[in-house]
C-alpha cells in the first residue's frame, strides 16, 4: 500500500509537533533543510520517540567520504528514510548506500519537481529531449550502486515504474488536489494517480500544513489512500 508523508516545511520545531499531534496515526514525517537546520537532531529523535518514522530529504550532493558520513550519522539518529542527490555520481552514490546499511532507506533525487525540460538543459548544458528518459537515466545508476529506491515526479512514476519493475521504491513529492495552487512546483499530480501509476510513497506539505483545517485534509488523503 502506498504510504503518505507528511512534508513539516513549517517555521519551527514547536510548530511541527503541534501539528504532528493532530495528526491521528501519522506514520512519516519529513524534515527538510528549513527545519533541520533551526531544530537539529533533537527534533529527529522526538518525532522517533512518537513512534513517527522521520524521512530526512536533505539531498546530499557532495565528495563521496563526505555523503557517506552524513548517511552515517543519519542512520545513527534513527531516521528511517533519507535523500541523496543522483547528480553526485555513482561513487558517492555507491559509498552512501554502502553507509546507509539495512535500516536506513537511501533514495536517489532524480529531476526536482520545479525543473522542466529547458531548466534541466540550462543546469547539464545539452539538450533535454525528455525529463522522463532523463531521471531513468539517474535512477539506474542510483539502483545499480545499491539505493532503495528514487525520488520523482508524478509525471515520470508510471514510465519509471514500467522500467525499472515492482521492486524500488518511488517517492513522490508535488503532490496537489484538485483547485490546490501549484505553488513553485512545475509537474504536479493528484494523488490518486499517482498512486495509479505505481508510487509508493507520496510527499504531501503545503496542501496539508496550510489547508485551513490540516487535519481534515490529511484524513481524506489517508482514506484516499486507503
Known amino acids: 500500500m502506498t504510504e503518505l508523508i507528511v512534508a513539516f516545511d513549517m517555521g519551527s520545531g514547536r510548530d511541527a509537533l503541534l501539528l504532528a499531534a493532530r495528526l491521528p496515526q501519522l506514520r512519516w514525517a519529513k524534515l527538510g533543510p528549513v527545519l ?13 520517540q512518537r513512534g ?22 543519519a542512520r545513527d539518529l534513527g531516521v528511517s528514510m ?10 558517492m552514490l555507491g559509498a552512501a ?7 536506513l532507506a537511501l533514495v536517489g533525487v532524480t529531476v526536482l519537481t520545479s525543473h522542466d525540460a529547458a531548466e534541466l538543459e540550462s543546469i547539464l548544458g545539452r539538450g533535454v529531449p525528455d525529463v522522463g528518459f ?3 537515466r539517474l535512477a539506474r545508476a542510483a539502483l545499480q550502486v545499491g539505493l ?24 513522490v513529492p508535488g503532490i496537489r488536489g484538485p483547485g490546490d495552487p501549484a505553488g ?14 505505481g508510487a509508493t510513497h507520496l510527499v504531501v506539505g503545503r496542501p496539508i500544513t496550510e489547508a485551513r483545517d490540516p487535519a481534515a485534509a490529511y484524513q481524506r488523503l489517508v482514506e484516499a489512500l486507503d
Open 148 to 171: 532503495r529506491g528514487i525520488v520523482a515526479s508524478g509525471h515520470e512514476v508510471g514510465f519509471l515504474r514500467e522500467v525499472l519493475g515492482p521492486t524500488p521504491w518511488i517517492v
Open 36 to 48: 533541520y537546520v533551526r531544530e537539529g537532531p533533537a527534533l529527529i529523535r522526538e518525532f522517533a
Open 82 to 91: 533519507a535523500t541523496v542527490h543522483c547528480l553526485g555520481g555513482r561513487a
Open 134 to 136: 532523463e531521471a531513468e
Open 97 to 103: 548506500a554502502s553507509a546507509a546499511g539495512p535500516d
Open 184 to 197: 513553485d512546483q512545475v509537474r504536479t499530480i493528484e494523488p490518486a494517480e499517482a498512486v495509479r501509476r
Open 52 to 73: 513517527v518514522r522521520v524521512f530526512l530529504d536533505l539531498k546530499w550532493h557532495d565528495i563521496p567520504n563526505t555523503v557517506a558520513g552524513a548517511v552515517t550519522a
